[in-house]
């Protein structure tokens, strides 16, 4: 499934951080959704964020991406050797920036061909100018041979290329994931934010992508995962970092925070019954 490389240029594999969050405290009204949260994630590796339902994942990637703003508290990032302050950012700019993510609600555009929404992805990155397009030189009927190109390479990175020109409502749920992936991709970022990508997969799409999620990270970009299937994060991350109600309970090793007492209880279940079972 990917078999090919994703195309252009390798994200750095500085060692060193690409993600250092402090202190994330997120409140609506008297509710508050996070609370201190602090994680810190290593260039080109896969780190996990679990939780039972209400936790404050999905707050997190929130803040992270400039859809929201704590009160309190710094996400810094690290596209390159200089680091950037993510906090106060609008989600367009962190996303030119090199953080992309996916949603745990899909969000495509249905009635687009898988390509095309690829290509929305893509032109994240594209120079800017409106007067461009209205300029059919030879210069942009390259750069536009160029995107397309991509777009197609994406999607033979996760699958799709023989569903290219397929709308994406026509794509079954799997594949749907997978195109959203896709078009993440297409922005070509140094850290990406999966928000619950096996909700609802099949035994066959989660071992597709365990695989899809190796390749992303072999080729130097950093993966930050909400998921619930503790076999899925074993099987990828280095690293998990466990909230329950807008606290980080614990953190470490999958094999460390599996054995934590406090995870046991607030989130993975009665160990004999949740460990060993199917």
């Known amino acids: 499934m ?3 490389p994703i195309p252009g240029p390798r994200p750095s594999t500085t060692l060193g951080p690409v993600l250092d969050v402090r202190d994330v405290t997120l ?15 290593d260039r080109g590796s896969v780190l996990a964020v679990i939780g039972p339902n209400g936790a404050g994942k999905t707050s997190l ?3 992270l991406t400039g859809a929201y703003r704590p009160q309190r508290g710094s996400a810094r990032f690290w596209p390159a050797d200089d680091g950037v302050e993510l906090v106060g950012r609008s989600p367009h700019r962190v996303a030119r920036l090199g953080v992309a993510r996916t949603f745990q609600n899909i969000r495509l555009f249905p009635e687009m061909s898988a390509v095309e929404n690829v290509q929305v992805g893509v032109e994240v990155r594209a120079r800017p100018g409106a007067l461009r397009g209205l300029l059919p030189t030879r210069a942009v009927r390259r750069e536009e041979r ?7 390479e994406l999607l033979d990175f996760v699958g799709l290329g023989h569903r290219a020109e397929r709308p994406a409502a026509a794509l079954a749920y799997g594949e749907q994931r997978r195109l ?11 850290l990406l934010l999966l928000d619950e990508p096996a909700a609802g997969a099949t035994a066959a799409e989660r ?6 999620i190796h390749a992303i990270a072999g080729r130097g970009i950093s993966v930050l995962l909400i998921e619930h299937d503790i076999r899925l994060v074993a099987a990828v991350a280095r690293a998990i970092v466990v909230l329950n109600f807008g606290r980080v309970i614990a953190a470490g090793r999958p094999d ?3 054995a934590d007492p406090a995870v046991v209880e607030a989130y993975l279940g009665e160990p004999d019954e949740r460990r060993d079972g199917p």
């Open 2 to 4: 990917t078999g090919r």
């Open 27 to 41: 409140r609506f009204g008297g509710l508050t959704s996070l609370d201190g949260v602090s994680l810190r994630q």
């Open 61 to 63: 990637f929130n803040c």
């Open 146 to 152: 160029e995107t397309l190109d991509r777009c197609h």
């Open 180 to 190: 959203e992936i896709a078009r993440a991709l297409g922005t070509s970022p140094s």
């Open 207 to 212: 071992t597709d992508l365990v695989t899809l």
């Open 256 to 258: 460390e925070v599996r």
